[in-house]
């Protein structure tokens, strides 16, 4: 078991006996005790629950042959004995964890103080238990969130006051009052009218505050924008999904897909106010809750939902992705900043101010939550101090085309823009609000779906006007970015292109990869993600001098060839990193030139059983693809293995196919993967459940699973470590289209989907060429052949 | 969508006015409205969280062409328009789930109320709008549900009283303050001193009560006793999980393996007790909660949770199932009704009564959990009124033993009842506490170890002192018993074996049989599970006449050829369900008998790879054992195949194998597995979730993701309907061992599994005869064969 802590604070003596004393877990006189006795008033702190302290001295075991309570009837306290308690505190077992002679030996990675001496004195004590609290227990928190969750700071608040917020090594501690928040709603006044109805958009959102605000307090907010927040369309977003058994189309020849286009945009005069009230009028039930702003909210922070237009109780119309629904995004970040008009309701005219907020906002969420986070901070609006994107789309011509080619999700065939617009736009929910402007949504649905051009692919207006990166040198805000690297839903070009544009900017910027697909990892055992999001958000919307930027790793990633184990990073995907050449040959990846060969062939035709087998059963078709032993897809692909690894080679970037290819027809698409071969045990590719209900928010508040990457079982033959897909028309720039003459011989180079993958010493690196993918891709099956000429074709791995 | 609903009270109309009047719904006027006035009154309480009435009426559409605001402009009201207003609210959409026009055509299968004319008189609305409110929403719960977890009864008790407990339609409402629960601890002193310390077992409960019994309200506890609830030694456990690879052993004949003998209990005098406090002085934190429990705390009933003997802050050891465990279980229920002592810790003895109970209790939980509700249940111990026992185990040889042989849990080989007692003896966890017990730990392990004899498999003394059964007519409880007829680890010969001893016992039982395995089903969306528990709990805990008992149908299965759909019957296993025979020949399962036949042979050998291999990977020797195109394992099964099914039959209860068998060695063990084939759709084995958080237990409170069994959107070739597996030499009677000479032919008749399953037209049943079941039985791997005469083999089915 490895607890890695990266938002740890490192303190001086005199800060944590202040800390302590702050959180009464000492007070003045504690330092002036004999050690054993000042280790009984700490011991003593930790059974909040209970008067029976003798009862639980017992429990605990301070060497192999005395319980604390014998041990304590001793002058001396022991490194020792302080080790052995402390891990007992921390949740680790005699026997299995530890043993109590020599507790250090333990296999548990564990953060624990250092001592210079065998027998310690008060400040020892008082170090070591400082350390202690912020140390994480063997449910992935700290041992003073334990005992929050255990009743700590409630017990505390009987007698006495404390600080609120309360800040312990740099973090906000659970102190609020989680059965008292305040729920409320208000309609955020937009400057936009994307329903053409004449009347500024008025757009929903749910605040949920701490009740001390009532008394003055003004915290900051956590803003979540989410789409999917009132209710989604499920059926009809099937019924609109595209069918992608549809031929591969000869575009037109462009320099420029993309025109010069302005952007028109006429606002309404905004409603006049009628008047003022304090406090919001309308209130809410339960809702859809992202763990991480629950956790906040028992530390002194409001968390503000909004869905945006055209969602169930806002005005407007979807448009997945434009600056309208940008500008929807930070119209809720405006008025929490005091720059904007909300009201009680859509009818009264009523204005209520967000004035229990310090104008203090960060944006959280995942997917399309953490994609408005990005939205808003390209606009550089004022208040949003920073946004932990998890999972973003930084352009939608990345989550849905790639290199002129309509590519999909994966696990999401079919699904596009126009898609999305209609399963998020919830007004439908409501018959009496959508009737009256269903023929509008039609018609702009029509739109979205004429522009999103899936005919052709093409990197357009629509979809440049979908690229937050336009805009990024407007970001402001500092930006936290979390992705998996086996995201396939969110591909990982989404954060990298991201990060790699914020690389030169003045702003501070953190970077998490994991290894998993399109999920949270807040609940992760082995990383202390709310631990280092609280320091940040502490410091970012405090204004505490925790020095949060310093202490948290620039880039942090998830190792893939052992479970819990995270390395610290300068940068990714650095534009210095050294490269490796493998040249094409046969059926091998070698890494210097041979005698030239003929050239070899691929066609993307199938028999037609086969082809609707595949449909129907995409894991098939993925093992088929990959499976080097299968011969069900030969002519369909081209695979080429590399010898085995003698040196672990750490893949750090985009790989780069450089291809001589010719098409039979004037028209070709070309798919490639770049997988890990061998039988070896590997991560997991979900995290599994340690402990169910085991992670703490606070006390008696909301739980989560408690979860980690463990290494499956058994071992698996291969692992995908990147794919890409390529319109063979615009094989020279992204956006210019060229023609393709049947037979001619072109040069092309194209990048693969960013990774960090260590490939161990055993493993085998494979390439994979092929046509349909039939995970993402169309599914043209047309007798397309090509033919690839391999003394030019080689691949570039960009590694550390 | 089917939105089936069981727990539903038959009423009056006097009766609907006086409870809507009781929940404030209406008030005494309010049947002295003209309709669409009245109808403006019941529309506008559907919106506690805001004042903005006339934007809500505005949202929803009354009939074709005008919105609710619009239509109530107008006299009358409509049963058209009735239906479209209520359906909206129940959050059915329109063109998607029905349309304005004729309502009444849509194709979601919900409750809703009749009416003779088309227009409504105000009688017909208040009728109609307490239907609604009884009816489940598109979130698998009561629309009076949704309101409460959108703040309907919150708002009222801010300028009202409610009666607490508050019923409607029989059923608890959540009017409890969910943010002032009381978490307390007791030790409950029992009679018994499981650790032979010479003192009495002191067993910590843990105790959630509504803040509301402070003001001398008496609530039922609902009382789960749940072994896990402390922690568990999972390593530990690994640890002593037994080697399945041993061989099959020569049994030394007996005509008896269990013995007279008589339990000699010492048990220590009580402690002297030193005082009485009020209430209880420790408390505890955040903790694993069941959501059914949860589900009730909102609605007026306390939750104790306790582990028992062996866990941590318990004295004791551990036992798995045997009477010294039930004491312990029983214990917490007399503390509860008022005729046992509890200290408030385990060193003062100063008791503490559960002044806040009305001594009404009943048992919840799944699998171990339910195990001990059955546990207590056939002691007859005064104060349990009912128990829902899900998943739970009736006799430990059930669980861990079958026919003579060692078969382990599905998914848990080599797994027994002293791995178990490890890994729940979670005193471990607390080294002082644990290290001065070890040894006798060590010891009383080895003697579970020695007992439960792997070696011999055979129903001695220690199966039997772990088999409720026995006791069985000493239940004084009502029961309700919840089992998947998948659940390959608590099988279900453990819910069939208790049901058929319940059936003439002068007590209510209740039986639902789901399609799933070993899980919760309460929040499963077509199935109103918690609605009916209500139903029940309110009836038994609270005495209220809501005719319960007649109400829930006596057996309640689900259908497994179709999604949402779940069966009325009247009684499962019955001894009167006719049977058909089925004649075993070659390969195929003949309804008549044919022309005689030469014996066929069978081996249990595999070659060592292949055997290493498939120890590793169940899956595949799962598939190669079931699928008849391969050929794996042809030598080591026999598969027999009947006709495609003409017409649907229902199996219903233990299908039975009669089989003439030779054994080549003295030693000899037969599996059988009754296999449904034929490419079809069938259900999920898992249900789906469907909405996440969106099942609410009350306002601002837990929620729990819904989820539904669906149809897989692929086929499969082939679903396990049931199997058996029998050690040779207990062929005559599970007590009774038997020699076996080789090459003697033996007729023997064993039943498999229970089961109800409805083969369709076209699918075809399937027999496999088979010796080691790599998924549960031990794997000798042994050179064992076996002849069969099938002139003498045939199957019985019993059926509907």
Redesign the interface.
Known sequence: MKLNQFGIRPTTLTEEINELQRIKFIDEESLDQAPNQLLRILLCKCF?????L??Q?????ATADQ???QYLTGQQVSATAFYNLTF?LLGL??E?DFN?ATPLATKVQLHYPQFEHEYLNAQDLVHGWYQLLITHTIHGQTYLDELA???YFVKIMQTETLPKPLFFNGKAQPVFDT???I?E?VYVESSQDTDHDQQRDLLKAEIIRPVETNQGLQVPALYTSSPYNQGT?D??GEQLTHNVQTALHVKQPTDNTVQVASLHRLVPNPSSIQGEVHTA??????H??YSLNDYFLARGFAVVYAAGIGTKDSDGLRTCGDPEETISTTAIIEWLNGSRTAFT????CQQTRAWWCNHHIAMTGRSYLGTLAIAAATTGVAGLKTIIAEAAISSWYDYYREHGLVVAPGGFPGEDSDVLAEETFSR????????PIKNKWHQQLQTLTQQQDRLNGDYNNYWDQRNYRRQLHQIKADVILVHGLNDWNVKPKNVQKLWDGLRNLPITKKLILHQGPHIYINNNRSLDFNDMMNLWLSYKLYDLDNQAAQILPNVLIQDNTQAETWQVLNDWNNPKNPQTKFYLAGDQLLPAKTATKAPISLTDQLPTTQFQAYN??LTSWQHDLTDLNNTNLTKQRLTFLAAKQAQPLVIDGRPQLNLRIACAQPIGMISARLVDYGDFQRLAKMPSMLD???Y?QG???H?EDLKEYQLAQ?TTPYQLISLSHLNLQNRTKLTQVEPIFPGKYYDLSFKLQPTHYQLAPGHQLGLIIYGTDFEMTIRPNQDLKYHLDLNHCTLNLPHL
Do not use: C, W
């Open positions: 909040p629950e209970t008067n029976t003798d009862q001295l017992n429990n605990l075991m319980n604390a309570a007992q077992e005699i299995q109590l969750s255990r009743g059965t008292k928040l729920h709603v369309n059926f009809a009028t309308e209130s809410f039930g339960n859809f809750s309701n859509k009818t009264d439908q929910k409501q018959a009496g609000d959508y009737l129907h059963d169910s209900q085991a703490d006390y008696h508040y739980k058994q």
